[in-house]
Every structure is written in structure tokens, then in C-alpha cells.
């Protein structure tokens, strides 16, 4: 029988009430006072005019009163759209435009003074209610939507991917079976809530019982040093790729200490650097590390454990309980694909969008009788492992013969000294385009633009070998860690 994320939450603080549910390292919740908050929240957002139905657009914060938000708008019938904790007051309103919403909360007026709504101040603390006076709580029904998250996804253009309330229970089952996510554990997030990764892997923790321990990002490492000394047998990670790279690039092997105390970490958002794959497993050879590929639009649909199968360069793993994918061509017709016959990947699934937020004709360009189709190349071989090359649009034809930039980056970053990169495509005379390396260099070292050439000859084909190198202080990334290829155009 389905449940949604809410019943689940409310079923453990009647069975487990004492458990701890969400973590910050300002203060702890058990599921008992989590269910409490939550129905203060739904008390008093209904007293501010929220009802069934109402699109709320949210200033995002890694704390405990952003989840009592979470789950106290779905417990109210409305639907949450998160957004950037550094978004502007314009931002906001443009995000609210987008999507028609109902209501604005957030720490300032000025929002909604640019897209007149109800305004909800969060910085006034959710009132206590005497239990004898909480209202009577009524569950999401499946098809119900449940949640919008802005995106550029597929398309390139920012819009409000909308879920239903199944398709939210359906990914934290594909994280559950796929990660085999155990009950009563700590799963540590410095990920932005506002961002699928992250709210993805709290609510599956949330579904099994066990507790997310909330991080402002890695930047602070003592911080996420901390989190991995709290008092519990066991601790687990949701680390974007471009975390792991930040916490060996401030803090070298030190993750290595925990070898006995990790139990699994899972990143998502981006592929991870053969070289950071090859060290985790060597500092943690106990534990079990994920790397899983989805989006915002399909969910993670499949999950590949690299300390399991080590090796299996651009594997993205298998397909995860909810989701069937498929290898297509440029009509959307299925293939017989291999590392020769690459295709499209494709994915039907119980986790895809409902679809882009008044949106029509973006949704129908992408999605399709159930099965959201995406603009990545890969493959899928006999034993059922799916490998990904790389985007349509990000492909670089160097006189015809086809470069993905991030296996340039990923020989690349293999390199000691390199700490960031980008391969670019740049203009030349004979063979239309040329490939150019962008790196960022760690202690203050010079680039060697020979030493690095033949460093990539030794590791790629001739042909994506770069013949330009350039060293700079910073590689653009979007706020989740990817690289933003688009700056680059």
C-alpha cells in the first residue's frame, strides 16, 4: 500500500518517538517533536491563508525549521517550491511569476512587495500549540503535486519541475533498494535543500527512520569533521562530487580516519573524477560509495558502487527499483546499444515530473508517454550496467572525430597539481574546432603547458589531447557544483 513521506514520519513518532530525526549542530529534533512542529506549522500556515493547492515559494535554509516547512506545506495540501538560501528579493519574485504562487516565505517584505502574494515572515518562529488544539492531519494523496524545483536542466532554460506526491515516495525507494539504505543511521547533508541531491537523500532517510544531520556545505570542514564524530555506530554521506574534490583539496586523506565509522556516500549532481573514485576507495575500503545519475526532471535512476566494481570507467551503474531506461535514437526510437552504438538515454519511471511548470511545450519536448528522454550519450552492455559519455550539446567535433570534455577533465584532474578544470572548444582553420584546457593549479604553482601535454598523451587518444592550455584562477560552477559549461560559450 502507498504511503507518502509524511506518513511515514508520523508512523515513526508513534513507533520509535525518541529517535533522533534531523540534526543541525545548533540543536536535535526526535521524531515526537518533529511530528509536533509539524502540526504547529500546518496550524499556522493555515492561519496565514496557505490551503490545498497553494503554490509557496521558500527561501531555502539548512536547518530544522526548513524541513518542518517541508513537510508541514505538503501536510496543509499546498505545493513547496524551494528556492536558492542567496536568491534576491528579484529572484524570488521572478521564481513566484514563474509558477503562479500563492504565497512567499521568506527572511525579507521587499519580495513580495515585487510579486504581491501572502508574505511569510521566516524569521518569526513557528508558534507552539497545545497539543489538545493541532488540527486533524490529512495525508497527500498520490497524484497529488507535492513539490517544484527550478532547474536548467535538459533544456537550458530555469523552470519549476513540479512532482507528484508518488513520485516523491517512488525516489526514496530507488535510493533505499539502490543504496541499500539502512534503518536508524545518520546521514550527514551539506547539500542546499533546494536541490534534488539533497532533499532526495534526507527524505529517504526520513522514510526508513533514521536522521539527517544538516551542514551549511564544506567549507567549514571542522564542521563536517564534527558531524562525523557524532556519537553513533555508524555515519553517512551525501557528497557531490565537487564536495569530495573540495575536502581533498582542504583537508588532504583526513576522510581516511573514518574508515571504520562511514558507511556508505553517496554523490550525485555530476560524474566523480576517476582519480577521487581510485583515492576514496583506497582511504575507505569498507564502505560503500555511490555514485548515482538522474536529474531534477526523472529522479536517481541508477547507482553504481564503485568500491564494488571498481574500474568501470563512465559507468553510472544499474537501474534503480522505479525506473526502466532505455537507450534511444534522435527520433526517440529504442536501440540495441554498446560502446560502438551509443544512443540516448532515456528513462520510464514511476519518479518523473509531472512536467515544467506552465510549461507545455518545453514538457513535450522531453517528455512522453511516461518515459522522459534526455540529451546524455551512453550505452547499456549485456550484464545491464549503463555507461554515460557525455551531452549532445557539450560534444566537441575536432575535424569530425567526437571529444566529451569531461573524460579530458577527468585525465586531467588525475594529475597532482591540477585541482579544477574545463576543456573548452575554440575556433580553428583547419579542423573547425580545436580543444582548449582551462586549469586552476594548486599552492600557487606554474603552469607547464608541455608537462601537461604529455601528461594527457599518455592517458587519452591523439585526438583529445588539447592543443591549447590555459592557467586561471577559478573554473565556474552553478551553485550544486557543476561546471557551468554555458559561461563558457
Not at 382 to 391: D, H, S, T, V
Not at 447 to 464: G, I, T, V, W
Request: overall charge negative.
Amino acid at each position: 500500500m502507498w504511503k507518502s513521506i509524511e506518513e511515514y514520519v508520523f508512523e515513526h513518532a508513534a513507533e520509535i518517538p525518541d529517535r533522533k530525526a534531523i540534526i543541525t549542530k545548533e540543536r536535535e529534533v526526535t521524531y515526537a517533536q518533529l511530528v509536533h512542529e509539524v502540526k504547529c506549522c500546518v496550524s499556522w500556515l493555515g492561519e496565514k491563508g496557505v490551503v490545498r493547492g497553494s503554490v509557496v515559494v521558500v527561501k531555502t535554509s539548512q536547518t530544522i525549521e526548513h524541513i518542518v516547512l517541508y513537510l508541514g506545506i505538503h501536510l496543509a495540501g499546498g505545493v513547496m517550491a524551494s528556492l536558492e538560501r542567496t536568491i534576491s528579493n528579484e529572484g524570488i519574485a521572478n521564481a513566484a511569476r514563474a509558477i503562479n504562487a500563492d504565497a512567499i516565505i521568506s527572511d525579507d517584505p521587499a519580495a513580495a512587495e515585487l510579486y504581491p502574494s501572502i508574505f511569510i515572515d521566516s524569521r518569526i518562529p513557528i508558534p507552539d500549540i497545545p497539543a489538545g488544539k493541532l488540527p486533524e492531519i490529512s495525508f497527500p494523496r498520490a497524484e497529488e503535486p507535492g513539490e517544484i524545483l527550478f532547474t536548467t536542466g535538459t533544456t537550458g532554460k530555469s523552470k519549476g519541475v513540479e512532482m507528484s506526491h508518488g513520485a516523491l515516495f517512488a525516489l526514496a525507494e530507488n535510493l533505499i533498494y539502490g543504496v541499500l539504505v539502512p534503518k536508524d543511521f545518520v546521514l550527514l547533508v551539506p547539500g542546499p535543500l533546494n536541490h534534488a541531491n539533497a532533499i532526495r537523500n534526507l527524505t529517504a532517510a526520513l522514510v526508513q527512520g533514521g536522521a539527517g544531520y544538516l551542514l551549511n556545505g564544506m567549507m567549514n570542514l571542522r564542521d563536517f569533521y564534527e558531524a562525523l564524530d557524532y556519537p553513533c555506530e555508524r555515519v553517512s554521506c551525501c557528497l557531490p562530487p565537487a564536495y569530495i574534490r573540495m575536502m581533498f583539496t582542504l583537508s588532504g586523506d583526513k576522510i581516511g580516519e573514518y574508515a571504520d565509522k562511514i558507511d556508505y556516500i553517496m554523490s550525485s549532481t555530476a560524474p566523480i573524477p576517476e582519480a577521487d573514485k581510485e583515492r576514496l576507495c583506497a582511504l575507505l575500503p569498507h564502505s560503500r560509495l555511490y555514485n548515482s545519475y538522474g536529474s531534477s526532471e526523472s529522479g536517481m535512476i541508477c547507482m553504481y558502487n564503485y568500491n564494488e566494481h571498481p574500474g568501470m570507467k563512465n559507468c553510472i551503474g544499474r537501474e534503480t527499483k522505479n525506473s526502466e531506461v532505455r537507450i534511444v535514437d534522435e527520433e526517440h526510437h529504442e536501440i540495441a546499444s554498446s560502446a560502438e552504438h551509443t544512443g540516448l538515454i532515456a528513462c520510464k519511471s514511476a519518479t518523473n515530473m509531472i512536467g515544467y511548470v506552465n510549461e507545455p511545450e518545453l514538457t513535450a519536448q522531453c517528455l512522453c508517454d511516461g518515459i522522459f528522454y534526455t540529451n546524455d550519450i551512453g550505452y547499456k552492455d549485456e550484464n545491464g550496467f549503463i555507461y554515460i559519455l557525455g551531452r549532445k550539446g557539450d560534444v566537441i567535433n575536432v575535424g569530425g572525430m567526437k571529444v566529451a570534455p569531461s573524460e579530458v577533465e577527468d585525465a586531467a584532474l588525475a594529475k597532482e597539481d591540477v585541482q579544477d578544470c574545463i576543456c573548452v572548444g575554440v575556433d580553428d582553420a583547419i579542423t573547425g574546432k580545436a580543444l582548449k584546457l582551462l586549469v586552476v593549479l594548486r599552492d600557487g604553482r606554474k603552469l607547464d603547458k608541455k608537462e601537461l601535454r604529455q601528461f594527457l598523451a599518455s592517458r587519452l587518444e591523439a585526438y583529445k589531447v588539447p592543443s591549447g592550455y590555459e592557467q586561471v584562477e577559478r573554473i565556474r560552477r552553478t551553485y550544486n557544483g557543476k561546471i557551468d559549461r554555458k559561461a563558457y560559450l
